[in-house]
């Protein structure tokens, strides 16, 4: 009977083993899977950002104003009305856009009305005091860039110049 009883004692602690074993493999199975679903995750959220940043232009390929790149000068200039104020208050702005290069010159001349329309809607969007700064009108500059640069095909816009500016 001593033999039943140890063989039975020996017989449940295979199959205990055997189980905790199964269970740390599941457990470790189901870690693997989750850490790539997550990882596939990361790297499909990060490849649309990474094909975004080859097409937008880095900091360091910005203007380099002791060799700007091809100029194009908008022919008219952009008067708005600014938010606030009741309409009281106006900005006239002239505008030329530094390129990436020569070719983008015929892309800027078809899209010329979806450009102005673009610089209207983002200058009118601003408040007097948001542009009556410095800082504020590089910050103007930058957004308008970024709005042009989310539709060129054929380069890129570098730099916006402001050849005219007041706000009254």
């Given at each position: ?128 005091e948001e542009i009556s700064t410095p800082k504020g009108k590089d910050k103007l500059k930058e957004e308008i ?24």
């Amino acid at each position: 009977m001593s033999e039943e009883v140890s063989t039975e004692k020996k017989g449940n602690k295979g199959l205990l083993i055997a189980i905790i074993g199964f269970l740390v493999v599941l457990i470790v199975a189901i870690v693997v899977v989750v850490i790539l679903l997550l990882g596939g995750e990361k790297e499909t959220e990060q490849a649309p950002a990474q094909k975004a940043q080859k097409e937008r232009p880095k900091v360091e390929e910005r203007s380099d104003y002791a060799r700007p790149g091809p100029i194009f000068a908008i022919p008219e200039s952009f008067v708005v009305n600014l938010m606030g104020q009741n309409g009281r208050r106006y900005a006239k702005a002239s505008i030329s856009l530094e390129m990436s290069s020569p070719e983008l010159q015929k892309e800027i001349t078809a899209k010329l009305p979806l450009i102005k329309d673009t610089i209207i809607r983002t200058l009118s969007s601003k408040t007097f005091e948001e542009i009556s700064t410095p800082k504020g009108k590089d910050k103007l500059k930058e957004e308008i860039t970024q709005e042009l640069n989310a539709f060129m095909l054929d380069g890129y816009i570098k730099s916006i110049f402001f050849t005219e500016f007041v706000i009254q």
